[in-house]
């Protein structure tokens, strides 16, 4: 194979390679011994069919490995001859003309360097977020409590349903006036504390008594009835002292749900607060460090928050018709700053990592996706179903390691601690984002 100039413009790299018939040749005729010896033919004991009639039979299809063999042989000596040590994209080829046997094949293989820098001190000066929670917080998140958590007792006889109680029923299906055992099923809900008129089914539970009937005719299914029967109610107690409440919910006394309700809400802030930590370090981070990037990584990332953006406005248009819908090369110029700044970040942050051997190991990962769905029971099958998709996993892996790195770095730097309510945080969040915008 011969080598033209290899040409650098930044950190792309290119370089023209000619590959011979006769290498070609010699490749595919040590391919075709390889295949004849386990190579099956009728007549022939396995491995003896003539050379000749196996060629015949595969040449068209070692054709293809041979030459992605040259090939990537051809892409190591590139690599190797550019003296490049990290790659940015892996090295890619195209032809220069169809391929035609018997004559010189040329091709152009390309590839990206990843950029070079140095990790500066983690010297930086930002402010450290400190929860600050005030009894009217407590007080509020208690109110809260109560209403979206009441304690239930079972209902006494004659007493009719209200919203927030819990209802549990059996639902006879009827299709087309027959009865099917196998669409009838038993069930439990909790009524919403306000029902709208848009909740024809819980309507009809209001004012009902245990044992009572009533039909619902399926809006869905044409034909399809249930006649509900009214198995048991737990009502919702009103007016419960804050002390009974308390231990009713399973709490020792008000003191230990208060202090519960406490580390919530500390919990709430220092989530809010990473936001705040993150958006402070990437600021510094963009501001100290300056240095190329690999367009292709940059154009890969352009791409995708482009098509994020047309997905988003496109979401807003149908919501409002007069929200304008950018021209790609609007996009192009308006998310210029913004994708260099976040393919630098990434660079950044990355190495940081692989310096200060910052990891997200495949237990960190299940047992995030645990805590997911520990949050969020009835969405488990959901969250299975998603992280099943390697791209999923992958973006996950990102965003932990990103927060370790983050959290590092916030260790290591010169903090100013602030105490802030969640409401004071919320409102710095919001001033945030408007300026991002």
Sequence with gaps: MEFEKLNREGLHYECGVVLSPEEIENSIEERVK???????????????APLNIVRQNVERYVISDVLEDLISKACGEIVKESGVKDLATKPTYRFKENFAKGK???????????????????????????PEITD??????????????PVREDAEDGYEIQPGDEVSFYATCYQNGMVSKKDSFSNTVVLPSTIT???????????????????????????????????????VVQGLPLEEYATKRGFKDLQEMRDVIKQKLEEDINEGAYLYHKAQILEKLVDEYKFE???????QEMRFTISQMKKEQQSLKEQNPETKIESEEELRENLKDVVNQRCMVGYILNKIAVIEKITVTDEDLRRAIYAEIQ????????????????????????????RRVIEFLMSKAKCKEVSKTKEELKTMLDNMLEMEI
């Design 34 to 48: 390889q295949r004849a010896k386990t190579y099956k033919m009728q007549g022939f004991r396995t491995g003896h």
């Design 104 to 130: 010189n094949v040329a091709i152009t293989v390309y590839f990206d360097a990843a950029p070079s820098f140095e990790i500066k001190p983690y010297d930086f000066e930002v402010e450290k977020v400190v």
């Design 136 to 149: 009217d917080d407590i007080a509020k998140a208690e109110k809260l409590l109560i209403t979206n958590a």
């Design 197 to 235: 008129e848009d909740m024809d089914l819980y309507q009809l539970f209001i004012g009902k008594k245990d044992g009572d009937t009533f039909e619902y005719d399926e809006p869905k299914s044409a034909g399809t009835k249930y006649k509900i029967q009214i198995t048991q109610i737990r009502k």
């Design 293 to 299: 990037l690999p367009k292709a990584i940059v154009e």
């Design 375 to 402: 949050k969020s029971p009835s969405d488990a099958s959901r969250i299975v179903e998603y992280y099943k998709r390697k791209d999923s996993i992958a973006y996950k892996k990102a965003e932990m390691l990103e």
